[in-house]
DNA sequence: TATTGTTATACTCTATAACTATA
DNA sequence: TATAGTTATAGAGTATAACAATA
């Protein structure tokens, strides 16, 4: 079945035949695929009242573990945005009450950001049905097909670094 | 070799054990494999004084061919944004001379984009630059890797719609 | 001096709504 | 009525800079 990028593809043949744009059959298709994961990610997010940043945030915080605590440079360098990010959306978080801000007992500069048991509550919610939609997302592809798929994109992300 | 992903399905089996988060293996590595990419990809652009936007633009007039023209309905339709989005697109490059907006002369409502002699110049001088980078990217995966890859992307696009 | 964290501010890209003009 | 195109406006998310406080 031609794609979008085929066509693409097609029109560089004939008005470039001097460039190798086949990279672009492999980066083209990434990107696009990128944007419709997250678009259906983003339908998800939306029926619980999130957002992927912010679904980030409190996931973060679940998978850490009890006791649902963590320093906001942390949530920075986890998210790889900046420490000025993370309080923007912590200050998004706490208006709503999914989590709050307390003092770092273990350093004084520091704070730590808790799960309130309502953001508890809302992230064990979403997470069950997060996972679903995106496991009807690669369900077109085998568990071996699944496996290949990871590794090519670790190591393309490995390379560019 | 263990990724940032290992450790996070590490810490989600370890938390939520009755949880299957196979998918994210391969939805997170995604997520950050476009987002690695999309950074190259945008300082070989900054290099040429311009951004994913408006090199989507140019290469678009580019691989159109000869006369290097194209009505902004058809610009947003192809990059899937609104006719607004384009118009914004188009006044940023019109104002830098690298595109200009003409009469269509086959319908009075409408308009034809028309690629400038220095919009042509830029983006000849861009591309192979880009697919440079673009072949740099996946030259760690095989032909037959990256033909796998391809696909296996094709198909997750496909049922996601 | 370096690190943690916050706010003020500005930037980029986008969509929605309102509008003009032609098909 | 529908389509093409534009501007005004607002929204989201981010980074940089400036600042306060502690290590």
Redesign the interface.
């Known amino acids: 079945?031609a794609?979008q990028?085929d066509r693409?593809l097609q029109?560089?043949h004939?008005?470039?035949p001097e460039?190798?744009?086949?990279?672009?059959?492999?980066?083209g298709?990434?990107?696009?695929?990128?944007m419709?994961?997250?678009?259906?990610?983003a339908a998800t997010f939306a029926r619980h009242g999130l957002d992927a940043p912010s679904f980030d945030v409190l996931a973060t915080l679940?998978?850490?573990?009890a006791p649902y605590r963590i320093a906001p440079v942390k949530l920075a360098r986890e998210a790889?945005i900046s420490t000025s990010a993370v309080a923007q959306r912590l200050n998004k978080l706490e208006s709503r009450g999914l989590v709050k801000r307390e003092a770092n007992p273990g350093d004084g500069r520091g704070t730590l950001v808790a799960l309130t048991d309502a953001g508890r509550e809302l992230i064990e919610t979403t997470?069950?049905d997060h996972?679903e939609t995106?496991?009807a997302?690669?369900?077109?592809?085998s568990v071996e097909?699944?496996a290949?798929?990871?590794m090519?994109?670790?190591?393309?992300?490995?390379?560019?670094?």
């Open positions: 079945m794609d990028l693409i029109q560089w004939v008005e470039k460039l190798d744009v086949s990279p672009m059959a492999v980066i298709r990434l990107s696009r695929a990128a419709a994961v997250e678009s259906r990610l679940l998978r850490s573990g790889m997470l069950p996972l995106e496991h997302i690669i369900a077109t592809l097909e699944q290949n798929l990871a090519f994109l670790q190591r393309i992300t490995e390379s560019s670094r």
